[in-house]
């Protein structure tokens, strides 16, 4: 299995392949042709994305995963590679493979993110503070700097969503990003940016605003640049939509008997997961131990508000596997 994982890896990770250079100033010889180079055999695509599913259930190193996605994005599948990025980013929290992750990442959003020309989804109508996508993306690229994790899978989140995103999901977008960012001092392109978006807000404290900023610059008094960041991100979001979380519970309560079975939670986006009122941590969850029956299922992401509640069965000794869509509720469900 390990041999399997290190063939494919190396085949998928290799994007950009480089050709040989020639030696300086060599010359190919008089009437010498080229070796013509050998044939590899055929890779049948779905049998090496299982095998490399095969290869992350065996090891759980999540340097599998980005191989996934590479393989996916060669074929053009961008929900499934974006997907194979959001479980990597799920289970990376400090490998060595985190940093060039993040970079290609950054890439394949470019190339899977619908474009600004996208419509706008239906929702309330746009105030002066809502966030845009490229605002948002802009937002998350510097927090990266700070935790490329998390920056990552709010980025998941972006493109799971598509060019035409609810006002409230960017908004909710950049006040994560923003989060990240206030672990960090403030700087001064930082809150220039912020100055001339918080413009479009209230204008008529742009004057004020500047001054204090270059007053800032010159005492070189962090913890005003500090404030003055904190107050121009509040205009902001003061002026912006917010999402409703909702909080309800369907009321299901487990099997009083002492049999157990197991459930495997994936949703998108991302979302924390509680069962019967306890948390059980974020997307992907893999079998969870629960007892059989009647079980409350809520899956809430904390980026967008969006929660699904439901009860679902389990059986005794068996894995119920569930995959939600939290805009739709949509749901797939099995066993195994």
């Known amino acids: 299995m390990h041999g399997a994982w290190m063939w494919l890896a190396t085949g998928w990770l290799a994007l950009t392949p480089q050709e040989p250079e020639a030696a300086p100033g060599s010359q190919p010889l008089v009437g010498s042709q080229p070796e013509a180079p050998a044939e590899a055999p055929p890779v049948?695509?779905?049998r090496a994305a299982q095998a490399l599913e095969d290869?992350?259930?065996a090891s759980q190193r999540p340097e599998v995963l980005l191989a996934l996605a590479a393989?996916?994005?060669?074929a053009g599948r961008c929900p499934d590679a974006v997907d194979a990025y959001r479980r990597f980013f799920a289970a990376c929290r400090d490998c060595a493979a985190l940093a060039s992750a993040a970079e290609r990442f950054e890439r394949l959003v470019a190339q899977c993110a619908p474009g600004p020309s996208a419509p706008p989804a239906p929702g309330p109508?746009?105030?002066?503070g809502d966030a845009t996508r490229e605002e948002v993306l802009a937002a998350l690229r510097r927090a990266k700097e700070v935790d490329a994790?998390?920056?990552g899978r709010l980025m998941v989140t972006l493109v799971e969503a598509g060019g035409a995103a609810q006002?409230?999901?960017?908004n909710a977008l950049r006040r994560e990003a923003w989060q990240l960012h206030l672990q960090q001092p403030a700087r001064g392109p930082e809150l220039l940016a912020l100055l001339?978006?918080?413009r479009t807000v209230a204008p008529e404290r742009h004057e004020a605003w500047l001054g204090r900023i270059m007053f800032a610059e010159k005492e070189g008094d962090q913890d005003k640049r500090d404030a003055l960041r904190r107050e121009l991100m509040d205009a902001l979001a003061g002026s912006a939509q917010v999402p409703v979380r909702d909080a309800t519970?369907?009321?299901c309560e487990p099997n009083p008997d002492r049999e157990w079975g197991f459930i495997t939670v994936n949703t998108t986006p991302w979302s924390e997961i509680y069962l019967n009122g306890q948390p059980r941590g974020t997307t992907p969850v893999a079998k969870v131990s629960v007892l059989a029956g009647c079980v409350t299922l809520k899956a809430l992401s904390p980026v967008t508000g969006q929660a699904v509640v439901k009860n679902v069965v389990v059986r005794p000794n068996q894995n119920l596997i569930l995959r939600i869509d939290l805009g739709s509720g949509a749901e797939r469900q099995s066993y195994d």
Request: hydrophobic share 50%.
């Open 167 to 170: 006002a409230s999901l960017l």
């Open 55 to 57: 290869a992350f259930v």
């Open 149 to 151: 994790v998390a920056a």
């Open 196 to 198: 001339e978006r918080a």
């Open 125 to 128: 109508h746009p105030r002066p």
């Open 249 to 251: 519970r369907a009321g």
């Open 71 to 74: 393989l996916h994005d060669a």
């Open 44 to 46: 049948d695509p779905v």
